[in-house]
C-alpha cells in the first residue's frame, strides 16, 4: 500500500494531532499498549501523542540496550516526567551485546539488533504488560530507505511484507509514517514537547552501534560514546542537521611518548541537510575541527587519527553502518 506523504510545508500540526489521537484510541480500543521510547525525535514524538490519546493505557518503556549516548536513559526519563509521562527504563544492555557479538557485516548488525528489539525485549515486555499494540516512530525516510533495500531501518516491517503480528505476535502501529522529520518536529511542537526533545538533532535506532564499523564490543561502544559527547558538545552551536563520531576498524601506525602507537580512527561527521534524504558536509571552521580533534585525541584512549568527512549523500550515507 502506497504511503499518503504529508509534507512539512502542507501540515497541519493540530488537525493531524487531532486524526492520530482518534486513529490511535480506536486500535487499541480497550486494550493496553506499549510505547518503546528511544529518546529520539520520532519515538519522543510518538510517546507524546499517545499519551494524550490513550493516558494511563499506555505504558512506555526506554529500553537500555547498552548503545545509547551518555547518560542518555536517565536523562529522557527525567524529561518525560516533566511531561507527566512515567517512563520505565529496562536493562536489556547482556541480551544486545550478546546478540551483536562478532558480528561484522552492517546489515546482520542491524538485523540483530532489530530481532532482539522485537522477538525478545518487546516480546517480553508485551506478554507482561499484557499489551496488544507497540507504537512506534517510523517515518517515511525510514519506510523509503529500506524498501529501496539502501539501509535496513530497524524499525520497518508491514511495508516490506512482514506481519509483526504474525513475526512477533502484536500489532505495531506508526502514526508518523505519512511524515519526514522536518513534519514530525511541527508535530513534537504543537504537543508541546520541550525543544530539547523535538529539536535534538536525529539519532539512528541502532545507535552508537551504527557508529562502529567491525564487530560491537562494550569497550568500543564506550570509546565511540566518549568522541560522541565531544562532538556534539562541539557541534550544538553548528546548526547542522546531525553530526556524530564513527569508530574504524582499521588501525593506523601512531606515536605517543616516544614510542610507536598503532592506534585507533575517529572519523567525525557533520551534515546539512532538511529530511536526511540527501546531505552535504557541514564546512566547519578550521578552528572547530582543530579543536575536536585535540579533545578527542587527549580525551579517548587509544586514538591517533581524527579525521573529518567531506563526501556528500549519496553516494555516502549519514550513519557508517
Ligand atoms: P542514513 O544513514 O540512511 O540515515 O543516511 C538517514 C537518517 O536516518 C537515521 N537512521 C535511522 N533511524 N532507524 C532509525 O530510526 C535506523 O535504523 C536508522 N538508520 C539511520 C540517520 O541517523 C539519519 O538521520
Known amino acids: 500500500m502506497k504511503i499518503q506523504e504529508i509534507k512539512a510545508k502542507d501540515l497541519r500540526p493540530k488537525k493531524f494531532i487531532e486524526e492520530k489521537v482518534r486513529e490511535i484510541r480506536e486500535i487499541v480500543g480497550d486494550g493496553i499498549a506499549i510505547s518503546a521510547l528511544s529518546g529520539g525525535v520520532d519515538s519522543s514524538v510518538v510517546t507524546a501523542l499517545a499519551h494524550k490519546a490513550l493516558g494511563k493505557k499506555l505504558k512506555t518503556y526506554f529500553i537500555d540496550n547498552g548503545i545509547m549516548r551518555e547518560g542518555e536513559p536517565k536523562k529522557v526519563a527525567s524529561l518525560f516526567k516533566e511531561l507527566g509521562i512515567p517512563v520505565t527504563i529496562v536493562d536489556a544492555r547482556a541480551a544486545f551485546f550478546n546478540a551483536m557479538k562478532g558480528i561484522t557485516d552492517p546489515e546482520l548488525k542491524r538485523e540483530a539488533i532489530t530481532q532482539t528489539f522485537y522477538k525478545k525485549v518487546f516480546r517480553d515486555l508485551v506478554l507482561k504488560s499484557k499489551a496488544t499494540v507497540l507504537l512506534q516512530g517510523t517515518i517515511l525516510t525510514d519506510v523509503e530507505e529500506t524498501a529501496a533495500g539502501i539501509k535496513r531501518q530497524h524499525n520497518v516491517f508491514a511495508q516490506i511484507g512482514i506481519d509483526p503480528k504474525k513475526a512477533f505476535g502484536y500489532k505495531i502501529s506508526e502514526p508518523l509514517v505519512q511524515l519526514r522529520k522536518d513534519g514530525v518536529r511541527k508535530v513534537g511542537m504543537a504537543l508541546g514537547l520541550q525543544k530539547s526533545l523535538f529539536d535534538r538533532i536525529p539519532f539512528p535506532g541502532p545507535a552508537l552501534a551504527a557508529r562502529v564499523i567491525g564487530d560491537v564490543t562494550p569497550m568500543k561502544i564506550a570509546l565511540v560514546r566518549k568522541a560522541t559527547v565531544i562532538v556534539e558538545?562541539?557541534?550544538?552551536?553548528?546548526?547542522?542537521?546531525?553530526?556524530?563520531?564513527?569508530?574504524?576498524?582499521?588501525?593506523?601506525?601512531?606515536?605517543?611518548?616516544?614510542?610507536r602507537d598503532f592506534g585507533l580512527q575517529i572519523e567525525i561527521r557533520c551534515w546539512d541537510s532538511i529530511d536526511a534524504r540527501k546531505a552535504t558536509p557541514t564546512r566547519l571552521p578550521w578552528q572547530t575541527l582543530e579543536r575536536i580533534a585535540g579533545k578527542i585525541l587527549s580525551g579517548v584512549p587509544g586514538v591517533v587519527s581524527v579525521t573529518y568527512n567531506v563526501a556528500t549523500k549519496p553516494p555516502s550515507t549519514i550513519e557508517a553502518i
Open 233 to 259: 558538545e562541539e557541534l550544538k552551536k553548528a546548526k547542522a542537521f546531525q553530526y556524530m563520531a564513527i569508530l574504524h576498524e582499521d588501525r593506523v601506525t601512531g606515536m605517543r611518548a616516544g614510542k
